[in-house]
């Protein structure tokens, strides 16, 4: 009879609030063989919350390569581990991913446990757009990276995020100025889910003024989302479409140019309507 093989649970774990720990999550790292852990005495206190009493194994930048051969080893005698961070969905800039990798390539099934993500909470409560944008984790602690990091982002990604310390993100504000420009519209969300959850909105000035009327609003962990660059009128209609509307305006009044276009590509009507009297100035 062939052996049955263990699995490698990836499990998400709350960022803040205790009570967001799903029942499939406590489920599982009840019932697994051992617990792997970024930091076994900060994951001790949620397990001990939990009544939770399974074996913890570090698990972290130093160490993972070597750790995960005897978790694969484990998993293939037959045994269930999990992998947690130290808050929130492991691998999300926290250790993991080669342990995932390697156990991929033995022959190791990988299940997630879904549950909190910062970058995920932030953004779904950020009022900026969300159907594209573009995680580039922690910034780098030097001025110069981060405005590399910044500019590598393309036009087209949508709304940026990334994560910061309290202790940079003044430097940081300014590091997005330089690389996007006084206007850009940002959402700063700080302590996610905990008491003092906060979401700050504007400019970087604006944010900056924030954060410095109060030394205590410079501290707790941070999630920076950057806007979209608004479009300008003429780069957000398709070439195709301001052919046809320019055909039409030199045979029909504007209004009745912009209703044909906008009835012929699908496109809003008052959207032609403002570039044509755009096209007049």
């Given at each position: 009879m062939t052996k049955q093989i263990g699995s490698l649970y990836v499990v998400a774990t709350p960022i803040g609030n205790l009570a967001d720990i799903s029942q499939r999550a406590i489920s599982t790292l009840t019932q697994v063989s051992c617990i792997a852990a970024e930091d076994t005495r900060h994951s001790g206190k949620l397990l001990q919350h939990l009544g939770i009493s399974n074996r913890l194994l570090a698990l972290h930048d130093h160490n993972e390569k070597q750790r995960a051969a005897s978790i694969i080893e484990k998993c293939l005698a037959g045994e269930n581990v999990a992998?947690?961070?130290?808050?929130?969905?492991?691998?999300?800039?926290?250790?993991?991913?080669?342990?995932?990798?390697?156990?991929?390539?033995?022959?190791?099934?990988?299940?997630?446990?879904?549950?909190?993500?910062?970058?995920?909470?932030?953004?779904?409560?950020?009022?900026?757009?969300?159907?594209?944008?573009?995680?580039?984790?922690?910034?780098?602690?030097?001025?110069?990276?981060?405005?590399?990091?910044?500019?590598?982002?393309?036009?087209?990604?949508?709304?940026?995020?990334?994560?910061?310390?309290?202790?940079?993100?003044?430097?940081?504000?300014?590091?997005?100025?330089?690389?996007?420009?006084?206007e850009r519209q940002l959402v700063l969300a700080k302590e996610l889910t905990k008491t003092f959850e906060h979401f700050a909105f504007g400019t970087a000035a604006d944010i900056t003024l924030w954060l410095t009327e109060d030394p205590q609003r410079c501290q707790g962990e941070m999630v920076l989302m950057i806007a979209p660059a608004p479009a300008k009128a003429d780069e957000a209609i398709g070439e195709a479409v301001q052919r046809t509307l320019k055909i039409l305006l030199a045979e029909l009044p504007l209004k009745q140019a912009a209703a044909l276009t906008a009835q012929i590509h699908d496109e809003k009507k008052n959207a032609l309507y403002q570039l044509a009297l755009s096209w007049q100035h």
């Amino acid at each position: 009879m062939t052996k049955q093989i263990g699995s490698l649970y990836v499990v998400a774990t709350p960022i803040g609030n205790l009570a967001d720990i799903s029942q499939r999550a406590i489920s599982t790292l009840t019932q697994v063989s051992c617990i792997a852990a970024e930091d076994t005495r900060h994951s001790g206190k949620l397990l001990q919350h939990l009544g939770i009493s399974n074996r913890l194994l570090a698990l972290h930048d130093h160490n993972e390569k070597q750790r995960a051969a005897s978790i694969i080893e484990k998993c293939l005698a037959g045994e269930n581990v999990a992998l947690i961070s130290d808050a929130g969905t492991p691998l999300i800039s926290d250790p993991g991913y080669s342990l995932v990798r390697l156990c991929r390539e033995a022959g190791v099934p990988v299940v997630p446990i879904p549950g909190p993500c910062a970058l995920i909470t932030a953004l779904c409560a950020a009022g900026l757009p969300t159907d594209k944008f573009q995680f580039i984790g922690f910034l780098a602690a030097k001025s110069s990276q981060r405005q590399t990091q910044l500019a590598a982002v393309p036009d087209n990604a949508g709304t940026i995020i990334c994560y910061d310390t309290a202790r940079r993100i003044l430097d940081t504000l300014q590091d997005v100025v330089a690389v996007f420009g006084a206007e850009r519209q940002l959402v700063l969300a700080k302590e996610l889910t905990k008491t003092f959850e906060h979401f700050a909105f504007g400019t970087a000035a604006d944010i900056t003024l924030w954060l410095t009327e109060d030394p205590q609003r410079c501290q707790g962990e941070m999630v920076l989302m950057i806007a979209p660059a608004p479009a300008k009128a003429d780069e957000a209609i398709g070439e195709a479409v301001q052919r046809t509307l320019k055909i039409l305006l030199a045979e029909l009044p504007l209004k009745q140019a912009a209703a044909l276009t906008a009835q012929i590509h699908d496109e809003k009507k008052n959207a032609l309507y403002q570039l044509a009297l755009s096209w007049q100035h």
